[in-house]
T-cell receptor, first 111, second 116 residues
Framework: KQEVTQIPAALSVPEGENLVLNCSFT??????LQWFRQDPGKGLTSLLL?????REQTSGRLNASLDKSSGRSTLYIAASQPGDSATYLC??????????FGTGTRLTIIP | SAVISQKPSRDICQRGTSLTIQCQVD?????MFWYRQQPGQSLTLIAT?????????ESGFVIDKFPISRPNLTFSTLTVSNMSPEDSSIYLC?????????????FGPGTRLLVL
């Protein structure tokens, strides 16, 4: 069974710190991996998408890495801000156009 | 990009009743997806809806419980039938699109359902 796991379930860090969110998946034969942000009442917003042939993607203060051999991805957030507080979801496409989501990490940035 | 709206945004329903959730997209799309997010859980795909054909349901989901309509390329509905408290979830509509030359998925704001 293809599974996606995110640890920890919740994380609180002081404003300004750099942080890393983790995602692991059980099947290395992935098509792509996406990181989403979920805000209450606003649905999901795609942050970064990494194709299976890529090792990382960057957008502003966000950097996502992909290591297929170990079944891991990380989302690095630099210089965290209170506006970064949200739930971050990792989702993997195992090549069948369907996304398998992790349970998410609820991030709180403390001002 | 795609902008998706859902109605209602939230509802409280009685056990045994049904609720129809609407999803409207601002552009024509081939496939629309319906997800469920139970409290504290991840998103789970319910079904994929193509215009002009029956929806394709994932394991554990059946058409009698979650009938879907897809009358055109910008609209879909999901009905949660004969509801029980276990159906209390956020229901999200999603479509595929392209952003910056890359494929991604766009999500609606979700419908938060509480069944008493």
């Amino acid at each position: 069974k293809q599974e996606v796991t995110q640890i920890p379930a919740a994380l609180s860090v002081p404003e300004g710190e750099n942080l890393v969110l983790n995602c692991s998946f059980t099947d290395s034969a992935i098509y792509n991996l996406q990181w989403f942000r979920q805000d209450p009442g606003k649905g999901l917003t795609s942050l970064l998408l990494i194709q299976s042939s890529q090792r990382e993607q960057t957008s502003g203060r966000l950097n996502a890495s992909l290591d297929k051999s170990s079944g891991r991805s990380t989302l690095y957030i630099a210089a965290s801000q209170p506006g970064d507080s949200a739930t971050y979801l990792c989702a993997v496409s195992f090549g069948n156009e369907k996304l398998t989501f992790g349970t998410g990490t609820r991030l709180t940035i403390i001002p | 990009s795609a902008v998706i709206s859902q109605k209602p945004s939230r509802d409280i329903c009685q056990r045994g009743t049904s609720l129809t959730i609407q999803c409207q997209v601002d552009s024509q799309v081939t496939m629309m997806f319906w997800y469920r997010q139970q409290p504290g859980q991840s998103l789970t795909l319910i079904a994929t809806a193509n215009q002009g054909s029956e929806a394709t349901y994932e394991s554990g989901f059946v058409i009698d419980k979650f009938p879907i309509s897809r009358p055109n390329l910008t609209f879909s509905t999901l009905t949660v039938s004969n509801m029980s408290p276990e159906d209390s979830s956020i229901y999200l509509c999603s479509v595929e699109g392209t952003s910056g030359g890359k494929e991604t998925q766009y999500f609606g704001p979700g419908t938060r359902l509480l069944v008493l």
